[in-house]
């Protein structure tokens, strides 16, 4: 099994922009737009927890168990 990050879809469903998300959390365009372009990227705790704030989600809803790619 293998985590992939949810946050793009969970953004979208928000209507939050990568922009915003950068603006809001602190982290990097260029670290949100990695995280968007590749869901299997390797990310902190500590940034998954700002992301779960911002996006006003448990950060359960942004990772998921996904078969071996």
Same mark, same amino acid.
């Given at each position: 099994?293998?985590?992939? #990050?949810? +946050?793009? =879809?969970?953004? !979208?469903? %928000?209507? +939050? /922009? %990568?922009? %915003?998300? /950068?603006?809001?959390?602190? &982290?990097? &365009?260029?670290? &949100? %737009?990695? *995280?968007?372009?590749?869901?299997? /990227?390797? +990310?902190?705790? =500590?940034?998954? @927890?700002?992301? !779960?704030?911002?996006? @006003? +989600?448990?950060? /359960?809803? #942004? *990772? =998921?168990?996904?078969?071996?790619?």
């Amino acid at each position: 099994m293998t985590v992939r #990050l949810k +946050v793009k =879809e969970v953004a !979208a469903r %928000q209507g +939050v /922009s %990568q922009r %915003q998300l /950068s603006i809001r959390t602190g &982290i990097t &365009i260029k670290n &949100i %737009q990695r *995280i968007f372009r590749n869901p299997y /990227s390797n +990310v902190t705790t =500590e940034t998954l @927890d700002k992301l !779960a704030t911002v996006l @006003d +989600v448990d950060a /359960s809803e #942004l *990772i =998921e168990s996904v078969e071996e790619r």
